[in-house]
């Protein structure tokens, strides 16, 4: 059976008023009726652009990571190529343009492995997440301002044993790697 969400059991907003709104970050607050009736005069949604994230894989069969400090954490992380969808840019172009910018790999074949959501509960933004096998490196990495990322090459071995290990923390991430063992992808 497949799965059919019930959509009559979905809010009303009454009224939305942003508090403060940033190139990366808006906060929004709403007024929300339930199915109930019942009102919320006070929830709170944080909006974001779309994020893209890259499962890039040359074609010796390893895999092109970055390295970078979080602050979030205060701790360095190893995570895949990531970044923002700039508006009016298609993901797959975000994607290919992140995986240039961070690492210097271009080219490869190219699939959407899934889309999903960080937290569907408070943001309203979509993480597109994209393989790329047969990637080489063609350039040198062009940071932004803020960026100050090591590219990192892994073997499949070394990637899970990352993935085991509970050493990568960005969900968003992690859950796409395991989909993709899970489902054999690796063997494409």
Same mark, same amino acid.
Request: aromatic share 10%.
């Given at each position: 059976?497949?799965?059919?969400?019930?959509?009559?059991?979905?809010?009303?907003?009454? +009224? +939305?008023?942003?508090?403060?709104?940033? *190139? =990366?970050?808006?906060?929004?607050? &709403?007024?929300?009726?339930? *199915?109930? /009736?019942?009102?919320?005069?006070?929830?709170?949604?944080?909006?974001? *652009?779309? =994020?893209?994230?890259?499962? $890039?894989?040359?074609?010796?069969?390893?895999? @092109?990571? #970055?390295?970078?400090?979080? %602050?979030?954490? /205060?701790?360095?992380?190893?995570?895949?190529? $990531?970044? #923002?969808?700039?508006?009016?840019e298609e993901?797959? $172009?975000?994607?290919?343009?992140?995986?240039?910018?961070?690492?210097g790999y271009?080219?490869?074949? =190219?699939?959407? /492995?899934?889309?999903? +959501?960080?937290?569907?509960?408070?943001?309203?933004?979509?993480?597109?997440?994209?393989?790329?096998?047969? #990637?080489?490196?063609? +350039?040198?990495? %062009?940071?932004?301002?803020?960026? &100050?990322?090591? #590219?990192?090459?892994?073997?499949?071995?070394?990637?899970?044993?990352?993935?085991? &290990?509970?050493?990568?923390?960005? !969900?968003?991430? @992690? $859950? *796409?790697?395991?989909?993709?063992? !899970?489902? /054999?992808?690796?063997?494409?």
């Amino acid at each position: 059976m497949k799965y059919a969400p019930d959509n009559s059991k979905k809010w009303k907003t009454l +009224s +939305s008023e942003y508090l403060f709104r940033r *190139p =990366w970050l808006t906060a929004r607050r &709403d007024t929300v009726q339930l *199915p109930d /009736g019942r009102v919320n005069p006070e929830f709170y949604i944080l909006e974001y *652009p779309a =994020w893209i994230n890259v499962i $890039a894989r040359t074609p010796e069969g390893n895999y @092109v990571m #970055v390295e970078q400090y979080r %602050h979030g954490l /205060g701790e360095m992380g190893i995570e895949l190529c $990531a970044g #923002v969808v700039e508006e009016g840019e298609e993901p797959e $172009a975000a994607a290919r343009r992140e995986l240039e910018e961070e690492t210097g790999y271009t080219g490869g074949e =190219w699939e959407l /492995g899934m889309v999903l +959501s960080g937290n569907p509960s408070v943001t309203n933004n979509l993480t597109y997440c994209y393989i790329a096998r047969g #990637v080489t490196r063609t +350039s040198a990495q %062009h940071l932004d301002a803020n960026e &100050d990322i090591t #590219v990192k090459i892994l073997t499949e071995e070394e990637l899970l044993e990352i993935l085991r &290990d509970d050493v990568m923390k960005q !969900a968003l991430m @992690v $859950a *796409p790697l395991w989909r993709y063992f !899970a489902l /054999g992808l690796n063997k494409k």
